[in-house]
């Protein structure tokens, strides 16, 4: 069973989220708190295998409790459980297993309990569990694809690509469209394998099969699956440098 701490500020939230947990008969709520102060001291006294956030209380923002219980080790799993919805990226940026909005609905809790147990079988391991990054799950990226965690090994990407803030992820079976930036999935990335070549390409220096030279000294990238990769002339030299040119 899953030790659980909540903390919202909100007394009628928390009541209404301990009740669908308990529900689920897969939850233990061990502590609760409706400010960061007294939740920092309860969850490293009791350490919850589960954190159930909220992100606007009344003391600070949820964001920095969250900030501060990765240092724990072993860090509880988070799950933001807000009425608001534009903090989302900075959520999963902060290795959040989820994001769930209020009012809180029974079967989408549960959705949120069966991820952790999806997370956990992967991982082998018992929780606390965080979106993987590439240290913690050796040449894997964890990207999150609607309500799912679809967990990509390196050697099946392509190439990633950015367009208007948000990331094409190809590989040699289809792509997948995440609202993480570049920079952000660039340090998920082993960079020993991958390479940027334009401000809105990261390539797998692998699936290269050919460089076809371009105008204005600038080169085109043919890749395994017959897509092209544009290279702008600010990379050319440290592409050249990682092929042996």
Not at 25 to 37: A, M, T
Not at 142 to 157: E, S, W
Request: net charge negative; aromatic share 8%.
């Amino acid at each position: 069973m899953l030790r659980a701490y909540i903390v919202d500020d909100e007394p009628l939230a928390r009541d209404e989220l301990k009740y669908l947990l308990i529900q689920t008969k897969q939850v233990e709520i061990i502590g609760e708190s409706d400010c960061i102060e007294d939740a920092v001291s309860g969850i490293f006294e009791l350490n919850p295998d589960l954190v159930f956030l909220d992100i606007e209380l009344a003391d600070d923002n949820g964001l920095s409790l969250a900030r501060r219980l990765n240092s724990i080790e072993p860090a509880p799993a988070i799950v933001f459980a807000t009425a608001y919805d534009e903090y989302a990226l900075q959520a999963f940026q902060l290795n959040a297993v989820d994001y769930i909005q209020k009012p809180f609905d029974e079967a989408r809790v549960q959705k949120t309990l069966s991820k952790i147990r999806k997370i956990q079988h992967m991982g082998n391991k018992e929780i606390p569990m965080h979106i993987p990054n590439k240290n913690e799950h050796n040449g894997k990226i964890a990207i999150l694809v609607d309500d799912r965690i679809i967990l990509l090994t390196h050697p099946d990407i392509i190439y990633v690509e950015t367009n208007d803030g948000k990331c094409t992820i190809k590989t040699m079976e289809q792509e997948f469209k995440v609202n993480e930036a570049l920079v952000v999935l660039e340090k998920k990335l082993n960079m020993d394998q991958f390479l940027r070549v334009h401000r809105s390409y990261v390539v797998n220096l692998d699936h290269i099969a050919e460089i076809e030279p371009w105008f204005n000294s600038t080169y085109n990238l043919l890749m395994k699956d017959g897509s092209k990769v544009p290279v702008s002339r600010t990379y050319v030299k440290e592409l050249k440098q990682n092929i042996g040119l």
